[in-house]
């Protein structure tokens, strides 16, 4: 197991993005209509590079490397040129960061900001999905056409955000939601190697050198704990429920039995991503907290922005376990668990993972402000795109 979970993996990454058809009305005050659009697969080779083994503590500290590379024969009938129609995510997170600054920032920068990008008349970015994905869709910071962009620019190349890369020439930017993620490094990781207790096998114990983080509102959902999904330990006897440390979440998530099932005429225990999860008395303490105060979004999502550093709300495919709220803003979205459920299938006396694939939506705040662009918006949880890692097959 131990050649397996440190040997190279090539994995499937797809996306499918919700492509907004009434843009110009959802500025005018009407909800959004979407269509899913896609998918966009990518074939995701991960590394592991092993930086220490910790005899005493039974540990190994790692790094991961992941590189996505385009699959067009698995992009069904899509093609990398097609474009798509998404609420702008850089100039909604400009705007919500303006939000937590004095209120004359918003006032004297906030109409200014479109002015970044190639159509000023609008809060929504057109543009090839894989360009939005990976690729990158180009900033302009033109300051001697618009000198009021001087200040944002400077805070753009001291500090660009997660979502924006530098160009070849000076002040040209490029917007893509995952390029930062594509070649980087993430960790470091330490995970027990189960020689001394081999119900440990498996277990996540530190993210980014921390084994209780301070993200979060207690002790218990700080501590990094559950398994990388790539290697567990025995169910030595049934379990109700396996756990996970998901870093794009910096939480652990649970999964509950469900049946056994037959994959390739093995027999695994299969485990799935229920309500449960989103459940206040499980989700409560991951809510931040805003002027001394929890302040939870709806059920069935969760807000990572202290997390991924930028302003991003995570959810399950298509709102699956939410609110029923939530829906009835993002029109054209249709739940379904077999399509959407995130899970898990572990052959029990190895812990040898069978199947897998772990599913998630991305999306955004959208609220009104005194702006010309923001003043007359439909305000919800607004869908930008939901992908799957299927790391098993």
Not at 230 to 238: C, F, R
Not at 276 to 282: A, E
Not at 300 to 309: A, I, S
């Amino acid at each position: 197991m131990y050649e397996v979970w440190s040997s190279p993996m090539v994995l499937s990454f797809t996306c499918y993005l919700f492509n907004v058809t009434n843009s110009d009305e959802v500025m005018r005050g009407e909800n959004p209509r979407m269509v899913e659009y896609g998918p966009f697969s990518y074939d995701e080779i991960q590394e592991k590079q092993i930086i220490d083994v910790d005899e005493e503590r039974d540990e190994i500290k790692y790094t991961t490397r992941s590189t996505y590379i385009f699959n067009k024969y698995r992009s069904i009938n899509v093609s990398k040129h097609d474009k798509v129609t998404i609420l702008n995510p850089a100039y909604i997170g400009t705007i919500q960061t303006l939000t937590s600054l004095p209120p004359d920032f918003m006032k004297k920068y906030g109409n200014s900001i479109p002015k970044l990008f190639q159509n000023h008349s609008t809060i929504f970015l057109k543009a090839r999905a894989t360009d939005v994905l990976f690729g990158g869709v180009k900033v302009t910071c033109n300051t001697k056409k618009y000198p009021e962009l001087n200040l944002i620019c400077k805070t753009l190349k001291a500090k660009p955000p997660p979502v924006l890369r530098e160009g070849d020439r000076e002040d040209v930017y490029y917007l893509s939601i995952f390029q930062r993620i594509n070649g980087s490094l993430r960790g470091p990781f330490t995970v027990s190697r189960g020689l001394q207790d081999i119900r440990k096998l498996g277990n996540i114990t530190s993210y980014d050198g921390h084994r209780v983080q301070t993200l979060w509102n207690t002790e218990s959902c700080n501590t990094v704990k559950g398994t990388d999904t790539v290697t567990w330990a025995p169910l030595v006897e049934p379990l109700p429920f396996v756990s996970t440390f998901i870093p794009e979440m910096c939480r652990t998530i649970e999964a509950d039995y469900e049946n056994d099932v037959s994959i390739h005429g093995i027999t695994g225990s299969q485990f799935i991503m229920k309500e449960r999860v989103w459940f206040l008395n499980h989700s409560e303490c991951y809510c931040p907290i805003v002027n001394n105060e929890l302040e939870c979004p709806p059920q069935g999502l969760t807000d990572v922005t202290n997390c991924q550093k930028v302003p991003i709300i995570l959810s399950e495919p298509h709102f699956l376990h939410a609110d029923p709220e939530v829906l009835n803003y993002a029109r054209g979205l249709v739940p379904n668990e077999d399509l959407h459920k995130t899970y898990i299938v572990i052959e029990p006396y190895t812990g040898t993972p069978l199947s897998g694939q772990k599913k998630t939506q991305l999306n955004l705040k959208l609220t009104r402000e005194p702006l010309e662009l923001l003043s007359n918006v439909s305000e919800g949880y607004f869908p930008l795109m939901w992908c799957e890692n299927v790391r098993f097959s």
